[in-house]
Protein backbone atom coordinates (compact mmCIF):
# COMPACT_ATOMS: atom_id res chain seq x y z
CA UNK A 1 0.00 0.00 0.00
CA UNK A 2 1.27 3.56 -0.49
CA UNK A 3 1.96 5.39 2.48
CA UNK A 4 2.30 8.98 1.43
CA UNK A 5 4.06 11.03 -1.20
CA UNK A 6 7.85 11.08 -0.56
CA UNK A 7 8.46 13.96 -2.71
CA UNK A 8 7.54 16.15 -6.16
CA UNK A 9 10.79 16.80 -8.21
CA UNK A 10 11.21 19.87 -10.54
CA UNK A 11 13.81 21.06 -12.29
CA UNK A 12 15.52 24.27 -11.21
CA UNK A 13 17.92 26.66 -12.99
CA UNK A 14 20.29 27.13 -10.44
CA UNK A 15 21.13 24.70 -6.81
CA UNK A 16 21.93 27.73 -4.22
CA UNK A 17 19.26 30.33 -6.20
CA UNK A 18 16.63 27.61 -5.47
CA UNK A 19 17.82 27.00 -1.44
CA UNK A 20 18.05 30.45 -0.89
CA UNK A 21 14.35 30.56 -2.14
CA UNK A 22 12.92 27.29 -0.14
CA UNK A 23 15.03 27.51 2.80
CA UNK A 24 15.81 31.06 3.66
CA UNK A 25 13.15 32.24 2.37
CA UNK A 26 9.97 30.15 2.76
CA UNK A 27 11.74 27.82 5.87
CA UNK A 28 12.08 24.60 4.64
CA UNK A 29 14.75 23.26 5.47
CA UNK A 30 17.40 21.91 3.26
CA UNK A 31 16.96 17.92 3.86
CA UNK A 32 19.34 16.08 1.76
CA UNK A 33 21.34 16.07 -2.14
CA UNK A 34 22.11 13.33 -4.11
CA UNK A 35 24.78 13.62 -7.07
CA UNK A 36 23.57 11.80 -10.05
CA UNK A 37 26.51 10.78 -12.57
CA UNK A 38 24.02 8.59 -14.56
CA UNK A 39 20.64 8.45 -15.42
CA UNK A 40 18.67 4.85 -14.88
CA UNK A 41 19.03 4.64 -18.76
CA UNK A 42 22.53 5.04 -18.60
CA UNK A 43 23.06 8.46 -20.07
CA UNK A 44 25.63 10.45 -18.61
CA UNK A 45 24.92 13.53 -16.27
CA UNK A 46 25.90 15.68 -13.60
CA UNK A 47 22.97 16.73 -11.96
CA UNK A 48 22.63 17.38 -8.35
CA UNK A 49 19.46 16.90 -6.85
CA UNK A 50 18.02 18.76 -3.67
CA UNK A 51 15.44 18.13 -0.87
CA UNK A 52 13.80 20.75 1.13
CA UNK A 53 11.45 19.24 3.87
CA UNK A 54 8.12 19.53 4.68
CA UNK A 55 6.53 18.73 8.38
CA UNK A 56 4.55 16.35 7.51
CA UNK A 57 8.01 13.99 6.54
CA UNK A 58 7.47 14.82 2.80
CA UNK A 59 10.24 16.83 0.21
CA UNK A 60 10.28 18.62 -2.51
CA UNK A 61 13.20 18.15 -4.80
CA UNK A 62 14.76 19.86 -7.53
CA UNK A 63 17.36 19.20 -9.92
CA UNK A 64 20.18 21.38 -11.08
CA UNK A 65 21.24 19.87 -14.57
CA UNK A 66 24.08 21.94 -16.22
CA UNK A 67 23.61 22.04 -20.29
CA UNK A 68 19.93 21.23 -19.83
CA UNK A 69 18.09 23.41 -21.76
CA UNK A 70 15.15 25.38 -19.89
CA UNK A 71 11.29 23.93 -20.28
CA UNK A 72 9.44 24.64 -23.11
CA UNK A 73 7.10 27.43 -22.95
CA UNK A 74 3.75 26.13 -22.09
CA UNK A 75 1.28 25.24 -25.03
CA UNK A 76 -1.20 26.77 -23.21
CA UNK A 77 -1.65 29.14 -20.68
CA UNK A 78 -4.03 26.75 -18.34
CA UNK A 79 -0.90 24.81 -17.98
CA UNK A 80 0.99 27.82 -16.15
CA UNK A 81 -2.07 27.47 -13.70
CA UNK A 82 -2.92 23.89 -13.82
CA UNK A 83 1.26 22.72 -13.21
CA UNK A 84 1.66 24.14 -9.44
CA UNK A 85 3.22 23.26 -5.88
CA UNK A 86 0.51 23.66 -2.71
CA UNK A 87 1.92 24.24 0.23
CA UNK A 88 -0.72 23.74 3.16
CA UNK A 89 -0.91 26.54 5.76
CA UNK A 90 -2.50 25.89 9.62
CA UNK A 91 -5.59 28.44 9.35
CA UNK A 92 -6.71 31.36 7.36
CA UNK A 93 -4.93 33.77 10.01
CA UNK A 94 -1.49 31.89 8.52
CA UNK A 95 -2.62 32.39 4.98
CA UNK A 96 -3.27 36.14 5.50
CA UNK A 97 0.61 36.48 7.02
CA UNK A 98 2.31 35.00 4.20
CA UNK A 99 0.26 37.14 1.98
CA UNK A 100 1.22 40.24 3.71
CA UNK A 101 4.90 38.88 4.51
CA UNK A 102 5.55 37.97 0.30
CA UNK A 103 3.63 41.42 -0.89
CA UNK A 104 6.25 43.52 1.60
CA UNK A 105 8.93 41.38 -0.05
CA UNK A 106 7.88 42.79 -3.06
CA UNK A 107 6.44 38.89 -4.46
CA UNK A 108 3.64 39.34 -7.05
CA UNK A 109 0.89 37.47 -5.34
CA UNK A 110 -2.70 36.27 -6.58
CA UNK A 111 -5.39 35.53 -4.25
CA UNK A 112 -6.59 35.41 -1.23
CA UNK A 113 -9.10 33.23 -3.28
CA UNK A 114 -12.18 31.45 -1.48
CA UNK A 115 -12.67 28.36 -3.33
CA UNK A 116 -16.33 28.01 -3.21
CA UNK A 117 -16.02 27.93 1.10
CA UNK A 118 -13.34 24.47 0.72
CA UNK A 119 -10.57 26.02 0.80
CA UNK A 120 -8.57 29.73 1.07
CA UNK A 121 -5.12 29.96 -1.14
CA UNK A 122 -2.51 32.84 -2.35
CA UNK A 123 -0.49 32.15 -5.70
CA UNK A 124 3.05 33.06 -6.64
CA UNK A 125 6.19 31.98 -8.12
CA UNK A 126 9.61 31.06 -7.04
CA UNK A 127 12.68 31.88 -9.04
CA UNK A 128 12.43 28.82 -11.85
CA UNK A 129 9.18 30.20 -12.35
CA UNK A 130 7.28 27.14 -10.73
CA UNK A 131 3.74 28.29 -9.57
CA UNK A 132 3.14 28.18 -6.11
CA UNK A 133 0.08 28.13 -3.74
CA UNK A 134 -0.11 28.81 0.05
CA UNK A 135 -3.23 27.25 1.25
CA UNK A 136 -5.64 26.13 4.14
CA UNK A 137 -8.99 23.80 4.36
CA UNK A 138 -11.78 26.57 5.39
CA UNK A 139 -14.37 23.31 5.31
CA UNK A 140 -11.94 21.11 7.73
CA UNK A 141 -14.05 18.43 5.56
CA UNK A 142 -12.68 19.68 2.53
CA UNK A 143 -11.34 15.88 1.28
CA UNK A 144 -14.06 13.89 2.52
CA UNK A 145 -17.19 14.39 -0.02
CA UNK A 146 -16.43 11.13 -1.54
CA UNK A 147 -19.83 11.10 -2.39
CA UNK A 148 -20.14 14.22 -3.89
CA UNK A 149 -16.55 13.28 -6.00
CA UNK A 150 -17.79 10.43 -7.80
CA UNK A 151 -21.34 12.37 -8.54
CA UNK A 152 -19.04 15.32 -10.07
CA UNK A 153 -16.98 12.75 -12.07
CA UNK A 154 -20.14 11.04 -13.31
CA UNK A 155 -21.68 14.32 -14.48
CA UNK A 156 -18.65 15.19 -16.34
CA UNK A 157 -18.15 11.74 -18.02
CA UNK A 158 -21.97 11.36 -19.07
CA UNK A 159 -21.56 14.91 -20.39
CA UNK A 160 -18.39 14.51 -22.46
CA UNK A 161 -19.90 10.71 -23.50
CA UNK A 162 -23.32 12.23 -24.84
CA UNK A 163 -21.55 15.03 -26.47
CA UNK A 164 -19.91 12.43 -28.46
CA UNK A 165 -23.11 10.53 -29.24
CA UNK A 166 -24.37 13.61 -30.72
CA UNK A 167 -21.45 14.53 -32.63
CA UNK A 168 -21.34 17.62 -30.65
CA UNK A 169 -17.74 19.45 -29.48
CA UNK A 170 -17.06 17.79 -26.26
CA UNK A 171 -14.91 20.98 -24.61
CA UNK A 172 -18.28 23.20 -25.30
CA UNK A 173 -20.18 20.23 -23.70
CA UNK A 174 -17.98 20.63 -20.86
CA UNK A 175 -18.28 24.29 -20.82
CA UNK A 176 -21.92 23.98 -20.55
CA UNK A 177 -21.83 21.84 -17.69
CA UNK A 178 -19.59 23.77 -15.76
CA UNK A 179 -22.25 26.90 -16.24
CA UNK A 180 -24.30 25.09 -15.18
CA UNK A 181 -22.82 23.16 -11.32
CA UNK A 182 -21.63 26.34 -10.90
CA UNK A 183 -25.07 28.21 -9.85
CA UNK A 184 -25.44 25.40 -6.75
CA UNK A 185 -22.34 27.83 -5.63
CA UNK A 186 -24.01 31.32 -6.30
Same mark, same amino acid.
Given at each position: ??????????????????????? =???????????????????????????????? =??????????????????????????????????? =???????WYDWLKSQGVDVIGPTDHKGLILSIYFHDPAGIRLEITTPLDKEWNRHTEKGYADLKLWEDAKAKAKAEGRDVPAALLELIKDVRKRYE
Open positions: MIRGLHHNAYRCREAEETRRFYE =DFLGLPLAGTLEIKETKSGLPTETLHIFFGLD =DGSYLAFFEAPGVPPPSKASHPAYDIFNHIALEAK =DRAEVLR
